[in-house]
């Protein structure tokens, strides 16, 4: 069973910049494309980015042009840097990996993103 632990989230003010990082147990994203979703209280989880094997990306419109999705070398890590953050971005932030568009490991605990000021 893949692992994927989630870090980098904290408070930032309006404007500012944060980098999430996605660690798994294994170097999954050779072969499975990476997401990274948000869920904000009383909200679903829903899909921000998503970064395929070919290196292909996707962003909600909400946040294109401010958050970007990448992968190591080692394919074994997702980040996604957050820049011009707003308070509607607030949120804890997941990652899993896809198969056909589908998440199909175990959730982990996530990332608070707060952005305020």
């Known amino acids: 069973q893949v692992q994927l632990v989630e870090s980098g989230g904290g408070l930032v003010q309006p404007g500012g910049s944060l980098r999430l990082s996605c660690v798994a147990s294994?170097?999954?994203?050779?072969?499975?494309?990476g997401g990274w979703y948000r869920q904000a209280p009383g909200k679903q989880r829903d899909l921000v980015a998503r970064?395929?094997?070919?290196?292909?990306?996707y962003y909600a419109d909400s946040v294109k042009g401010r958050f970007t999705i990448s992968t190591d070398n080692a394919k074994s890590t997702v980040y996604l840097q957050l820049n011009n953050l707003k308070p509607e971005d607030t949120a804890v932030y997941y990652c899993?990996?896809?198969?056909?568009?589908?998440?199909?490991?175990?959730w982990g605990q996530g990332t608070q993103v707060t952005v305020s000021s």
């Open positions: 899993n990996r896809l198969s056909a568009g589908t998440p199909i490991s175990s």
């Open positions: 970064i395929g094997t070919g290196g292909e990306t």
């Open positions: 294994a170097s999954v994203f050779n072969f499975y494309a």
